[in-house]
């Protein structure tokens, strides 16, 4: 099987060759650092470990001049739907026609990134401006929804014309909501402010028959599933929270098959040894994967703290585990 073909059939909850192998990406820190640690300079990871290459598709969905700062006011939202044209051809990526027609005969994943969640769009890139936006959640509700409706009509419109042309695999929204206690909004804001704002969005991929819609967390958002699920939302990719936090053992005892399964691995694990990684595997992969829809891997991007070892095992009880 292809890489789609993996991708759609585990997705399906039918009988793929395997699950995919995928990697989120190692940052150039963490190859220097296990290059010290006697990693060859030739090693080529991705064959080394056989991943199933995954693409994204990078659209431009920022303001377009950038604004003095984030909108607060009704003339900041006027000037905010101003900049964000989804007629602006800068928008797309560079030689599109060209992707496109690579796209069309591709075996790879491709991936349709479509928003940043809540917070980013607000503003909110450090704790100093979280505040802020904190305070206009509070006491200006109006103007935070005007805000996540402008980026949101902007994301359907460009996601209309990819779907067009190009038929993605899946599409994903990435939600940095909170921490391992939970989210810093409410399950009634997160439904009216957010997931409202989406509806455009989400009514496109429809149109176009994708499949596989994404919600990629980096936070305990449990207490908002049942509002995402209702909304159109069918796989969870939980990233850097305690995976006790987001059991997905728990998580497909409440939703079922109503809720696919990306990651669940605690990437912590890699940093003590193949008995504690062989525990966290066993533990989880296996009873998962019996049950269909879900794709392992660890919940977040390699640290440099993680050593190769912990690494390479990790990845080789993983193809150990997968495969039929």
Same mark, same amino acid.
């Given at each position: ?22 990697? &989120?990406?190692?940052?150039? &820190?963490?190859? /220097? ?14 064959? #080394?470990?056989?991943?199933?290459? +995954? ?16 909108? +607060? ?8 739907? /101003? ?8 928008? #797309? ?44 959640? @509070? ?41 391992? +206690?939970?989210? #810093? ?13 989406? +509806? ?21 958002? @449990? ?5 995402? #699920?209702?909304?159109?939302? /069918? ?42 990684? &062989? ?18 891997? @660890? ?12 690494? &390479? ?12």
């Amino acid at each position: 099987m292809t890489p789609r073909q993996r991708f759609h059939e585990t997705m399906r909850y039918g009988q793929p060759d395997r699950v995919p192998w995928l990697e &989120e990406g190692l940052r150039d &820190e963490v190859l /220097n650092t296990w290059l010290r640690q006697g990693l060859p300079a030739d090693a080529d990871l991705a064959a #080394l470990f056989s991943y199933d290459r +995954r693409e994204r598709i990078e659209l431009d969905l920022g303001s377009r001049p950038k604004l003095d700062h984030p909108p +607060r006011t009704a003339a900041d939202l006027t000037a905010l739907r /101003n900049s964000l044209d989804p007629g602006d051809q800068g928008r #797309l990526p560079a030689d599109w026609s060209q992707r496109v027609a690579q796209w069309r005969s591709r075996d790879h994943i491709l991936e349709l990134p479509l928003h940043s969640g809540l917070f980013l769009t607000l503003g909110a890139h450090d704790w100093a401006s979280l505040e802020p936006v904190l305070f206009l959640l @509070a006491d200006q509700p109006a103007i935070a929804r005007g805000i996540m409706d402008a980026h949101s009509h902007l994301a359907a419109a460009l996601a209309d014309k990819v779907l067009q042309e190009v038929e993605v695999d899946f599409a994903s929204f990435s939600e940095p909501i909170g921490g391992s +206690r939970g989210p #810093l909004v409410s399950p009634r804001m997160y439904r009216e402010i957010v997931l409202e704002s989406y +509806r455009p969005i989400l009514d496109v991929l429809r149109r176009h028959g994708v499949e596989t819609v994404v919600f990629m967390t980096y936070a305990n958002a @449990a207490i908002l599933l049942p509002d995402v #699920l209702e909304a159109g939302f /069918n796989c969870l990719w939980a990233m850097e929270t305690e995976t006790d936090a987001m059991d997905y053992h728990e998580l497909r005892r409440r939703f079922g098959r109503s809720l696919r399964l990306i990651g669940g691995i605690d990437l912590d694990s890699l940093r003590f040894g193949a008995k504690a990684i &062989e525990r966290e595997i066993i533990s989880k992969v296996p009873p998962l994967l019996a049950e269909g829809g879900y794709i392992p891997l @660890a919940d977040g991007r390699v640290r440099t703290c993680i050593p190769f070892a912990g690494y &390479e095992t990790y990845r080789r009880l993983l193809e150990k585990v997968t495969q039929r």
